[in-house]
């Protein structure tokens, strides 16, 4: 079954510093990856997906993700981080072979210091 | 565009009680997920639907039950409720499994 390990609870970081979140995961065959981010009293909301192709995957607000075969890491990164960054973030994983399932991580708290 | 709309926001049960989370989306889209979310645990799935009149189990089914009469609709029903349901429910749909997912804002649910 697949999986994803975030093995940070929280990540701080000042305004204008980069951005890294880590997201490590597990499968059977090849991945689909998939960053979210959720603010307060709200849904989830889609920011980032890694299917084929590039490894460097670039989306909106300045986001972007590497995917990393070898090391099956998926590491969600932004060059400034903003205060309005400061949010909860997601790595899910689905399994191109498998089942319909997408898997979540635990989320990574982002607090941005200004 | 409402997107993934999810009724109610919060609700209150008592053990023993039954209630249906209602989940619509007006975007067409073939698959259907609910989730329950736990603090510290990240996102559970409870059951899916491919399309409508198919459901599947996820990782957590226990204690709830679905149906899929309709593409829009997909509801999640507790027949007795316990203390260990209290949660926040998320309802998400897309067009297709690879595709990303759009979710509703979440019912606040707990269980007294």
């Known amino acids: 079954a697949q999986s994803v390990a975030q093995p940070e609870d929280q990540v701080n970081v000042a305004e204008g510093n980069p951005l890294t979140v880590k997201c490590t995961y597990s499968?059977?065959?090849?991945?689909?990856l998939f960053w979210y981010v959720q603010y307060p009293n709200r849904g989830l909301q889609f920011l980032l997906k890694?299917?084929?192709?590039?490894?460097l995957v670039k989306g909106s607000y300045g986001f972007e993700a590497e995917f990393n075969k070898s090391q099956t890491t998926y590491h969600l990164k932004k060059p400034s981080a903003l205060v309005s960054d400061s949010a909860l973030y997601f790595c899910a994983v689905r399994d191109m072979g498998g089942n319909n399932r997408l898997a979540f991580g635990k989320g990574n708290q982002v607090v941005v210091i200004p | 565009n409402a997107g993934v709309t999810q009724t109610p926001k919060f609700r209150i049960l008592k053990i023993g009680q039954s209630m249906t989370l209602q989940c619509t989306q007006d975007m067409n889209h073939n698959y259907m997920y609910w989730y329950r979310q736990d603090p510290g645990m990240g996102l559970k799935l409870i059951y899916y639907s491919v399309g409508a009149g198919i459901t599947d189990k996820g990782e957590v089914p226990n204690g709830y039950n679905v149906s899929r009469s309709t593409t829009e609709d997909f509801p999640l029903r507790l027949e007795l409720a316990a203390p260990s349901q209290t949660s926040v429910y998320f309802c998400a749909s897309s067009p297709e499994g690879n595709q990303p997912q759009h979710f509703g804002d979440g019912t606040r649910l707990s269980i007294l």
């Open positions: 890694y299917i084929t192709g590039d490894n």
């Open positions: 499968v059977s065959g090849n991945p689909y």
